[in-house]
């Protein structure tokens, strides 16, 4: 029997923006595993050197997959590319198939984005702001529209710490309107250099682009049946449909890549501070839900009032501060060892922003160099030092989300659960009041030995990476030890030329 929002998605046509990107690909398997969704529109650009039907055609091959093709072995053949690009004017959608669009689709769901921190402004800006103003414009020509997403993230406002889901026009030093419209008229190099003027007290180009294009659905989303949904920093699956699994190495994964590979030993970060996680299928959950209660709550929106807006971000009643998140991050090293180790996996957090390059200095650079000498002397390519560079140059881009913590406002996103039936609160999970932090990490560990690291769960594999374990921490202790020693002898040698 159907629930309220598979019913709901029954024969739709949903045309979705981001559609290869992390969560836009469990969105696309959660639509097509539990509801008869009739089509979905994916618009999806070249990139490096695969055209859009290769990026799609890799799918069949991928685990977020499986559980799917396993009980719908056609169900991907509902997927048509649109091929476009948020950078393209127009997006580079053809004119054909705009009229498509117009004459089939009735949700959107846009979430193209560029996410990296430091993007140079003018590209930014095309992709998260101005397209945003062109999906509107185009979805203001669907003739059977019932229900607009906007993906932006909590962190769209983080230039205050207390963040209500509502929108924050006033932290902008110039509307959405007048900053697309200076970049009409300058040159990129030009829009670049303008980047600290325009940004004020946003800490990247990603923030600012994204509370700009929050700033474009305010002022011209209209009577869009729209509602904006922002997700807290996105990491691994809890359970569906594979638990832990994820295909990239962005923010908190990326130090827990380093850290179980021995790599990162030091990192910066409030040891007070909270860890705004939210797994992936909880985010892919929340957005369908949300997808169906804007589609309940138009039918045409009252042009003075102002579209919903839902946040998932960790329960206040379930928190994870950082340090918890440092130790969830080693607490499986001795059961789900890695096999390719360079050394015993520890992680130091330095509270102090100063302290941390000379912390890495003594932790990272120097190691490394030992490193790359040893490589260089049996004839491989060396690599460490260029590593820690890229780490230690990520490390500072993140180095305001690392000290900072906010408090977020959950309201909509509590009613929109409260409105749901037991059987959708089961089957689109977003509850992370009752998330169980310990158990969500050994399975994100074990995902990203599997899915990033492309090690096998098996018994052989996991004997393998015990040996190197037990080997790695004797070495370390081992070092411990004679440089506390040689510590002890200097501070010893001092005392007594002072005495």
């Known amino acids: 029997m159907e629930t309220d929002i598979q019913g709901f998605y029954k024969d739709k046509v949903v045309f979705l923006t981001g559609a290869t990107g992390f969560l836009g690909k469990v969105i696309i398997e959660k639509l097509l595993r539990t509801t008869e969704v009739k089509r979905i529109y994916s618009m999806i650009r070249p990139k490096r050197g695969q055209d859009i039907q290769e990026r799609l055609a890799v799918w069949k091959k991928e685990p977020l997959f499986e ?80 229900a607009y997403l906007h993906i932006s993230t909590a962190f769209s406002n983080c230039v205050i710490f207390r963040i209500e889901e509502k929108f924050y026009p006033e932290h902008l030093t110039c509307d959405s309107g007048k900053v697309l419209a200076i970049s009409e008229l300058l040159s990129d190099q030009m829009m670049d250099n303008l980047t600290p003027t325009l940004l004020g007290s946003f800490p990247n180009t990603y923030t600012y682009t994204k509370a700009l294009a929050e700033d474009v659905i305010l002022r011209e989303s209209g009577d869009l049946p729209l509602s904006i949904f ?87 009643g379930n928190l994870l501060n950082n340090m918890d998140f440092v130790k969830h991050s080693l607490s499986c090293r001795e059961d789900l060892p890695l096999t390719k180790m360079i050394w015993y996996p520890f992680v130091h957090c330095i509270s102090t922003p100063w302290l941390f390059p000379l912390a890495a200095f003594f932790y990272h650079t120097l190691p490394g160099y030992f490193f790359d000498l040893a490589l260089i002397l049996s004839g491989r390519k060396p690599r460490l030092v260029k590593l820690y560079r890229n780490i230690h140059a990520n490390i500072a881009i993140l180095q305001h ?37 310990k158990k969500y990490f050994e399975t994100a560990l074990l995902g990203m030995r599997l899915f990033l690291g492309k090690e096998p769960p098996t018994k052989e594999s996991f004997d393998q990476g015990r040996r190197l374990l037990r080997r790695l921490k004797i070495l370390h202790y081992s070092l411990m030890t004679v440089l506390a020693a040689i510590a002890g002898w200097i501070l010893w040698t001092l005392v007594k030329l002072i005495i």
């Not at 000290?403 to 977003?430: G, I, P, Q």
């Open 401 to 437: 989300f690392m000290h900072n913590s906010w408090s977020f406002e959950t309201k909509s996103t509590d009613r929109l659960r409260a409105v749901m039936s037991l059987e959708d609160r089961r089957l689109y999970s977003f509850d992370m009041e009752a998330l169980d932090w």
């Open 67 to 146: 559980v799917l093709l396993q009980s719908k072995p056609k169900a991907l053949e509902r997927i048509f590319i649109i091929a476009g690009d948020c950078l393209e004017k127009d997006l580079g959608i053809s004119k054909t198939d705009r009229q498509l669009l117009s004459s089939e689709v009735h949700i959107v769901i846009h979430g193209a984005a560029t996410v990296r921190f430091n993007e140079p402004l003018h590209v930014a800006l095309a992709i998260n702001t101005r397209a945003t103003k062109l999906m509107l414009q185009l979805a203001k020509e669907m003739v059977h529209l019932e």
């Open 230 to 316: 922002r997700p807290a920093i996105i990491i691994a699956t809890h359970k569906e449909p594979v638990s832990g699994w994820i295909d990239n190495l962005y923010g908190p994964i990326a130090l827990l890549y380093g850290a179980g590979h021995g790599v990162l030993r030091v990192s910066t970060c409030n040891k007070n501070g909270d860890a705004s996680l939210v797994p992936v299928d909880y985010c892919a959950n929340m957005a369908l839900a949300s997808i169906w209660q804007t589609s309940m709550e138009k039918t045409q929106r009252d042009l003075k009032s102002q579209p919903a807006i839902y946040t998932l971000a960790p329960s206040k």
